[in-house]
């Protein structure tokens, strides 16, 4: 049996900020080898976190000998390509969502992972926030009865400073916007608490903001991706839906502050979901919420609380115990499976979006 898991992290965004201080705390986990397609950046985390190895080659770290989980947290552009090679050389993968550009790449990347013994995973690591297991069994208890809506908002203005430069972001070619980016944690959500699948789905994209800068060139370019995203939902009937639908809002531009929040109406009550996983329960009867005892999850330091990072300090303990066990699967975590049927109510989306139509899953 393994007694440490070799660690490739593959981008310097998300992982730089929240997967490998949180792997840090993981004892049976390494960090050996970090790579970004700017060599600079490669270096500055690598000296940043002490690891031995850094390049601007990402195959350089998938392709280590040392190297059992690879991390990817590039633009979803590259998912696939970076996924496959690890995959066919037998690694594990965690993959950041959204998990590809489209369903054919989704559908190749699912294949491939259930071809291999190996733990392929898409990091929604807010499944594993405390308040969010809590809230997963009280729905399962039947505390507020068949859901009959479920609503998310959720409202960040990160994207509202028209003078943020131009980047990958920016571009729908690259998978940039609100709808990829949220818009997949929302519908994993979604799934995952009802343990239902949207049937169809009515998209409604923006961009407020229609131009940004690019500091290489500096000239102003057009922002292709959307900036706030409007959807409408149907889910499939089933343990703990009937006939139940579903509204979603994820806005990058809104003011004045963040708000990640997820409710779930029922036949005898309703249920609140916060964004540290805090819960509100209000069941038959009760004219208002009432506040559910909740242990929160740690939160990376020096990084802003949107309880991200407190799924992932939750999620990266598990991801190792797997793999040191030798296991394939980890109870409660997002598959290539579904990351795939996420995929398919993104594309759906946009589909919908450009034809101005309810589209059927």
């Known amino acids: 049996m393994k007694e440490t898991v070799g660690i490739g992290i593959v981008g310097t965004g998300f992982a730089r900020r929240v997967q490998i201080p949180a792997f840090f705390e993981c004892k049976a986990a390494e960090i050996v080898s970090v790579s970004s397609k700017n060599r600079e950046n490669a270096e500055q985390t690598a000296q940043e976190f002490n690891i031995k190895h850094f390049t601007e080659d990402w195959r350089e770290t998938v392709g280590r000998q040392d190297v059992d989980l690879v991390c990817v947290t590039t633009p979803p552009d590259t998912h696939f390509e970076i996924t496959l ?4 050389r037998n690694k594990h993968v965690l993959c950041e969502k ?4 489209n369903v054919m790449q989704a559908r190749e990347m699912a294949k ?30 039947g505390d507020i009865g068949k859901i009959l809506h479920a609503k998310y908002n959720f409202r960040n203005a990160s994207r509202g400073d028209a003078d943020l430069p131009w980047n990958w972001w920016s ?21 995952w608490f009802l343990g239902a699948e949207i049937r169809s789905v009515f998209c409604q994209l923006q961009t407020h903001v229609k131009r940004r800068k690019d500091e290489k060139s500096g000239e102003m370019r057009a922002v292709t991706s959307d900036d706030e ?14 006939d139940a639908t579903g509204t979603v809002s994820v806005s990058m531009v809104e003011r004045p502050k963040y708000e990640n929040l997820l409710e ?16 509100f329960l209000a069941t038959q009867g009760e004219n208002d919420w009432r506040e559910i005892e909740v242990e929160f999850d740690k ?23 797997a793999i040191l066990a030798g296991k394939s699967e980890i109870e409660h975590a997002a598959t290539f499976a579904d990351g795939l049927r996420v995929q398919e109510v993104l594309d ?10 309810i589209v059927k899953i």
């Open 85 to 88: 090679f690890a995959l066919e």
């Open 98 to 101: 959204p998990m590809a550009m």
């Open 112 to 141: 491939k992972a259930a071809e291999r013994n190996v733990l392929a995973l898409i990091d929604h690591e807010l499944r594993f926030q405390n308040g969010r297991q809590k809230a997963f069994e009280i729905l399962r208890h």
């Open 171 to 191: 571009d729908r070619a690259l998978g940039g916007g609100a709808l990829g980016a949220i818009g997949s944690h929302i519908i994993d959500s979604f799934r």
């Open 229 to 242: 995203a409007n959807l409408i939902l149907r889910f499939a009937n089933g343990d703990l839906t009937e």
């Open 264 to 279: 779930f109406f029922g036949t005898k009550g309703a249920l609140r979901v916060g964004y540290r996983g805090e819960i």
């Open 299 to 321: 939160p990376v330091k020096g990084v802003g609380d949107t309880g991200f990072s407190r799924g992932f300090t939750a999620f990266a303990p598990k991801i190792i115990e």
């Open 348 to 357: 759906a989306a946009h589909e919908s979006n450009k034809t101005g139509a």
